[in-house]
């Protein structure tokens, strides 16, 4: 019998970073990320009956084969325990597509694994619905560590904290008391280059290794987690805005500071930081940046602003932008079953 399993799952933008790793893709520190809408991945998982002993996977992006990410997903497939159950008995196919353009600032291996996980364990034998989001997002992270964080929204937190309750360096949990102007926060993507980046982010965590700053960094970033759990319930921008920035930059500085250094930064990155700081300043307005393991921008602000931070995009930052993508946090993901028979 023919089955097929459709999941989206958003991407997701860290506020606390994740940057360095160990073991089987465990975090070196905490980190804390907002959840997005639009920007999602969607999958779905054909299954039928296995014609050969070997291995069946076929992966389509976008309507195309591609063989390079079929190999990165059966290498991911084949090395889970928890799939190969499914892998003797099954044919498996699956279509993906993102609702965002390739190379925008956008994590497209965290929306993609998250979704890729959900589909392949819903497949699997049952899952109690209590510990479906835990399971999958442990899985999800085996693919891509943040995609462990995709599960909920609007904010949610990966890695075990002292005096934080059931966190885990596995898998994320939702973070539960959010002040309702943190509900409503929009993500402007702010396109200064749309090429694919010259260094991977798992070059860049292999880098955390030997990195002379580590410790301090890890240290950091713990510690902006629990703060900024309690500015979250507090609705305290001036925190918020101070922490994420921070965060954004050291995250560069790591980059910029490892024994083999690195830049992802353009010009234009710090041209958009400064008008940033500057309109700020000028105005009081509670926006604020972070940037991803890439030159573009993610321009954070709450939704009762909006029109100012449209008005600011077109009379200062115009010349500056390939372009601009909207976003606001989320709450993350859905899955679908289907039978030959339909919907169940
Ligand atoms: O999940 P990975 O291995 O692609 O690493 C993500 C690293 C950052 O996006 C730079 C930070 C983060 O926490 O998402």
Redesign the pocket.
Request: aromatic share 10%.
């Given at each position: 019998m023919e089955q097929t399993i459709t999941a989206r799952y958003p991407s997701n933008i860290?506020l606390v970073?994740?940057?360095g790793k160990h073991g089987r893709q465990l975090p070196c520190n905490a980190?804390l990320?907002m959840t997005l809408s639009r920007a999602y991945t969607e999958v779905t998982l054909q299954l039928t009956e296995k014609k050969s002993k070997d291995t069946e996977l076929d992966y389509y992006f976008e309507g195309q084969r591609n063989e390079a990410f079929q190999e990165r997903v059966l290498q991911y497939v084949s090395r889970q325990e928890a799939f190969s159950e499914l892998l003797q008995h099954h044919a498996l196919r699956i279509d993906s597509y993102n609702s965002f353009p390739h190379s925008a600032g956008i994590?497209s291996?965290?929306s993609a694994f998250a979704a890729i996980a959900a589909v392949l364990l819903r497949a699997c034998s049952p899952v109690p619905d209590t510990s479906f989001e835990q399971e999958a997002g442990s899985l999800a992270r085996l693919g891509?560590?943040?995609?462990c964080r995709s599960f909920y929204g609007p904010y949610a937190l990966w890695g075990d904290l002292d005096g934080v309750a059931q966190s885990s360096d596995r898998y994320a949990i939702p973070v539960e008391a959010i002040h309702p102007h943190f509900r409503s926060m929009h993500d402007a993507i702010l396109i200064v280059e749309d090429k694919p980046k010259t260094v991977s982010?798992?070059v860049g965590?292999a880098l955390m290794n030997h990195h002379p700053y580590a410790e301090a960094r890890f240290r950091d970033a713990n510690r902006h987690c629990l703060e900024m759990i309690t500015i979250l319930k507090d609705g305290d921008f001036t925190s918020f805005i101070s922490i994420t920035e921070r965060e954004a930059l050291s995250?560069h500085a790591m980059m910029m500071t490892s024994v083999d250094y690195y830049m992802l930064i353009k010009p234009e990155t710090v041209h958009i930081i400064n008008q940033i700081f500057q309109f700020r300043k000028d105005t009081g307005l509670p926006l604020c940046f972070t940037l991803?393991?890439g030159p573009n921008v993610h321009l954070l602000y709450p939704e009762y602003i909006k029109e100012d931070v449209q008005a600011f995009l077109e009379h200062h930052l115009r010349s500056s932008l390939k372009s601009v993508i909207y976003d606001q946090a989320g709450t993350g993901g859905s899955i679908s079953l289907n039978d030959r028979h339909g919907a169940i």
């Open positions: 860290a970073k994740y940057w980190s990320s994590a291996s965290a891509s560590g943040s995609a982010s798992s965590h995250l991803d393991a």
